[in-house]
Nanobody, 123 residues
Framework: QVQLVESGGGLVQAGGSLRLSCAAS????????MGWFRQAPGKEREFVAA????????DYLDSVKGRFTISRDNAKNTVYLQMNSLKPEDTAVYYC????????????????WGPGTLVTVSS
């Protein structure tokens, strides 16, 4: 019965920044790995970033390393994705999701998903 809701998407110029947030319902947020995925029109959904339950470990898609930072605030049941130096190829719908087991890079490891928030990067 968990619900995830993303926010913070919008239109930004190349080189700019956005911070996405994902608010989760429920009282067991800290028991879950949290991830961000994205899907561009006509393309498959791809893994972007994930963060461990307590926030001590994170992993990223190679093309966003050094530009994106995933973080979480378990007291607020919220996970964030800070996106800097945005490029037009970052344009996509961004989804947050939660996982308790499995490979965090795989969609099938996640049991709950938000509806997504659109990020559009203009050139």
């Amino acid at each position: 019965q968990v619900q995830l809701v993303e926010s913070g998407g919008g239109l930004v110029q190349a080189g700019g920044s956005l911070r996405l947030s994902c608010a989760a319902s429920g009282r067991t947020f800290s028991n879950y790995i949290m991830g961000w995925f994205r899907q561009a029109p006509g393309k498959e959904r791809e893994f972007v970033a994930a963060i461990s339950e307590s926030g001590g470990n994170s992993d990223y898609l190679d093309s966003v390393k050094g530009r994106f930072t995933i973080s979480r605030d378990n007291a607020k049941n919220t996970v964030y994705l800070q996106m800097n130096s945005l490029k037009p190829e970052d344009t996509a719908v961004y989804y947050c999701a939660r996982s308790r087991t499995g490979d965090h890079k795989l969609e099938r490891s996640y049991d709950s998903w938000g509806p997504g928030t659109l990020v559009t990067v203009s050139s």
